[in-house]
């Protein structure tokens, strides 16, 4: 089978390539047909590789969103059969640890990143265990099903926000995971959102950030404080939701949030940096963190993309496995908002 593979330990290192078809090992397991993997801002760190990802397994199938069709079942699966259209979660967890046992897989104490640590779902065929599967709704594309893993990042990051109707909310980062973080405030309530990119980011995801309704500022270009005043609204914000795992984009953020407000990140920073903390307190911000997604914010996302209340899809463009490595190069260049990779 074809799969996308990381090969050596510098920039790039990727290659298409033939891989042996992966087999079912326990009576748990599923394998799948993949039809469409997404690339997501790890698979992008392998490819470039900073210092902060020696950690990567070499040689290593790449790739932890994905969706496919069951083409076989191990005698103890229960939940799905040969021709449902499935997705994945990204975190190989446990499952007997403290944390998994109350339901808090995303920070399993064992848990392992599929497509780095393990073999992952760039490729033909992936095996899979069942628990770490879901089904896709009819009405969604394969593409919608890959990239709905990204999206259960920024469920599982409001779920811990607070945002009431008439907010005023601004989202650093026009990726997809700050894309669908716009969305979902926009759900919650909030009357102004910002999304919020740089220059580098006009020639495409800030265009579709205005398509999808919301306003945005190129943060190397304009002050925020000038285009809240443009609007009509003061210079401090209700919620900033942090998706770029940029130090300064953190540091921009806390700076316009009211007394109180808080600050919600997504994003993973690869480099320390010194945060004010003096500042944070005295203002009371409050702080949530949040890292990937557990079991439910997986079944929400999907139920939210099949209901249309979520859209994905306008962000994605697809690839054939072939132009595997092009895909990175452009999603590296950002010339795309969410490189897809499809299988025949």
Known sequence: MLAIVKTSRQYGGVEVKEAEKPKIKTAEQVLVKVKSAAICGSDIHAYEYPPSYEFIEVPVILGHEFCGIVEEAGVSVKGFKPGDIVMGESNKYCRTCENCRQGKTNICYNS??????????????????????HHVPNNLSYSEGAVAQAATVSVHGLEKTTVKPGDTVLVFGPGIVGQAAAQLVRLKGASKVFIIGTAADEGLRLPMARALGFATIVIDKESIPAALQKCGLPDKVDTVVECTGVAAAFLEGINHLKKGGQLTIL????????IPMTQLVRNEIVLNTSYTSSWYDYEKTLQLLSLGDLKLKELCKEYPIEEGVQAFEDAVAKKVTKPVIVFP
């Open 112 to 133: 392992k990143m599929t497509g780095l640590h393990v073999d992952g779902v760039m490729a033909e065929y992936v095996a899979i265990d069942e628990h770490l599967l």
């Open 267 to 274: 994003g993973i920073y690869n480099k320390p940096f010194e």
